[in-house]
């Protein structure tokens, strides 16, 4: 990515190439170029004085460039209006041709017309028309620059809230599982404990950054699964497919596991022979991942303020960090409920 020094230093070599190839003009066409006309006398032919006075007017145009776009537009138009802004473009245009008329007659006698030519003119207006555009297309880019770090850091400041609400949301349902655990199983409670502590080891230094290796998600799922099999031992039927993984496939870190959450959550308890089945594969530049577990269309749970928010978090998240890039969908019947999720990796 490009600073904005780096971009300044590339304008400035643009500007200055632009007004060297504009400057070198009359002598490229040295020979063609006549000079200005005296009082009442016939043109006489092209000579030095001419490429000379036709360089020095290129010249001026230079600082009127920047008067115009970098003073008078943003001080004048842009604040005060525009009828004063066109007086003070007419007194700074009268200045240039007073100064034209001066080189004028400093190069060829006192008796050269003073007068501005029609080229002259044309010129002038023709750098003026540059100069108020470059000015226009430039506030018009600033603008959007400002309004894309504007949105880059609400997008920030939203991702990052999402971000810190996984670790409470994840807390909330371990415990309430070890709580469950220490009435029925107390032995249990000893090695949950041990595996919950390398969880929270991988969501607090590990997960940090914007993306972490696929192989490292998986792991920390992994362990997320055998946490929640040492509390319900074979009460559940799991299945979990996965792929190799090669280190250098990146995740958004704690993407997944939400919907993992929710299958144990809701998909265990009040049903016949619960059953989950997870799968990743991996096919190309897609990331398919899938996750299915019995459900009880009898049983009405009653939901806790909590219930959801992994799954609202986890879908915007995808909407931000993948936008275009994914595939969600949430089926659900009388048996079973099912998330299929793609990803463009």
Same mark, same amino acid.
């Given at each position: ?16 190439? !632009? ?21 009442? !006398?016939?043109?006489? !032919? ?15 145009? +230079? ?9 008078? +537009?943003?001080? $004048? ?8 802004? =066109? ?20 190069? $060829? ?12 003119? *044309?010129?002038?207006? *023709? ?8 000015? =226009? ?56 404990? +041990? ?63 939400? *919907?993992?959450?929710?299958? $144990? ?16 594969? +991996? ?5 398919? *991942? ?18 959801? =928010? ?19 969908? =949430? ?15």
């Amino acid at each position: 990515m490009k600073t904005s020094k780096s971009i300044n230093i590339q304008q400035v070599v643009i500007h200055i190439i !632009a007004w060297s190839c504009f400057a070198a003009l009359p002598y490229i066409l040295k020979g063609t170029v006549p000079d200005p006309p005296r009082v009442g !006398a016939v043109p006489p !032919a092209p000579n030095a004085n001419a490429t000379l006075y036709f360089t020095l007017l290129g010249m001026l145009n +230079i600082p009127f460039f920047y008067i115009n776009s970098e003073f008078l +537009i943003p001080k $004048f138009l842009n604040k005060k209006g525009l009828w004063q802004y =066109i007086l003070a473009i007419v007194i700074t245009i009268a200045a240039l041709f007073y100064i034209n008329g001066y080189c004028k007659a400093l190069l $060829f006698g006192p008796h050269v017309s003073r007068y501005p030519r029609l080229g002259t003119i *044309f010129q002038t207006l *023709f750098v003026l028309a540059i100069s108020s555009s470059y000015r =226009i297309m430039a506030d018009n880019m600033r603008k959007e620059e400002i309004r894309k770090e504007q949105e880059n850091e609400r997008l920030k400041s939203e991702l990052s809230f999402l971000r810190s609400q996984i670790s409470p949301h994840f807390m909330f349902n371990v415990l309430n599982s070890i709580v469950s655990l220490s009435r029925r199983k107390p032995d249990l409670v000893e090695p949950v404990v +041990i595996k919950l502590s390398e969880l929270m080891r991988y969501m607090l230094y590990e997960s940090d950054g914007a993306k972490v290796s696929l192989e490292k998600e998986v792991q920390y799922l992994q362990g997320y699964i055998d946490l929640q099999m040492i509390r319900f031992g074979d009460d559940v039927h799991l299945t979990f497919q996965k792929p190799i993984i090669e280190n250098h496939q990146l995740i958004e870190p704690m993407l997944i596991i939400p *919907f993992v959450e929710n299958a $144990f959550k809701h998909g265990v308890g009040m049903i016949m022979n619960p059953e989950i089945h997870i799968k990743l594969a +991996i096919q190309v530049d897609e990331l398919h *991942f899938e996750v299915r577990n019995k459900i009880n269309s009898q049983y009405k749970e009653v939901k806790d303020q909590s219930s959801g =928010i992994g799954l609202n978090n986890v879908s915007r998240r995808l909407e931000l960090l993948y936008p275009n890039q994914h595939t969600l969908q =949430i089926l659900s019947d009388s048996d079973w409920y099912s998330v299929h999720l793609t990803i463009k990796t």
